[in-house]
T-cell receptor
Framework: QKEVEQDPGPLSVPEGAIVSLNCTYSNSAFQYFMWYRQYSRKGPELLMYTYSSGNKEDGRFTAQVDKSSKYISLFIRDSQPSDSATYLCAPVTGGGNKLTFGTGTQLKVEL | DAGVTQSPTHLIKTRGQQVTLRCSPISGHKSVSWYQQVLGQGPQFIFQYYEKEERGRGNFPDRFSARQFPNYSSELNVNALLLGDSALYLC?????????????FGQGTRLTVV
């Protein structure tokens, strides 16, 4: 079993839709949770960074962590065609030295 | 402020050759990590360096090596290249070890081994 599981998609939604992107993980030591957005043939761009359980909002993006069920979510409100990219979750242990990435979910927002 | 810079952006090498990839972190960041991203997969951890010392190594063969210089820039070396080494190589910069702080990536070096 992989430490981080993520549905690879592709996920196709109409412009303006609410998008839910999810990851599950198995390592209880994960304490910090990052979400990256990666456009085709580019490096990952840090979107959000949360610590422990709870929600964090940043504009149209909301990150949610449920440590009891080892479930991570990223919600995108009012999705735009410019949101079309691959979204990667990457948890890390406290004081850890590496990000453990899921496979990424490919999102396409259509006009 | 300049972000993480990597060079070169693209590279084509022949099997058996050696390659050196370079990374300059964000100013003030003391940690550099290297990741390999094969097409259709998430990045896989190769190395982390912090304050010029190796702090972590992923499950990669000894053909992969790295170092960090006094100015905190870093090089990743891969010897005896295999076709399977073709990938996007990413450098990530952070203030300290990754747990507890944001990590920022460069645009990557796309290595093609023929």
């Amino acid at each position: 079993q992989k430490e981080v599981e993520q549905d690879p998609g592709p996920l196709s939604v109409p412009e303006g839709a609410i998008v839910s992107l999810n990851c599950t993980y198995s390592n209880s030591a994960f304490q910090y949770f990052m979400w990256y957005r990666q456009y085709s043939r580019k490096g990952p761009e840090l979107l959000m960074y949360t610590y422990s359980s709870g929600n964090k909002e940043d504009g149209r993006f909301t990150a949610q962590v449920d440590k009891s069920s080892k479930y991570i979510s990223l919600f995108i409100r009012d999705s735009q065609p410019s949101d079309s990219a691959t979204y990667l979750c990457a948890p890390v242990t406290g004081g850890g030295n590496k990000l453990t990435f899921g496979t990424g979910t490919q999102l396409k927002v259509e006009l | 402020d300049a972000g993480v810079t990597q060079s070169p952006t693209h590279l084509i090498k022949t099997r058996g050759q050696q390659v050196t990839l370079r990374c300059s972190p964000i100013s003030g960041h003391k940690s550099v990590s290297w990741y390999q991203q094969v097409l259709g997969q998430g990045p896989q951890f190769i190395f982390q360096y912090y304050e010029k010392e190796e702090r972590g190594r992923g499950n990669f063969p000894d053909r992969f090596s790295a170092r960090q210089f006094p100015n905190y820039s870093s090089e990743l070396n891969v010897n005896a290249l295999l076709l399977g080494d073709s990938a996007l190589y990413l450098c990530a910069s952070s203030l300290r070890t990754v747990g507890g702080t944001e990590a920022f990536f460069g645009q990557g070096t796309r290595l093609t081994v023929v």
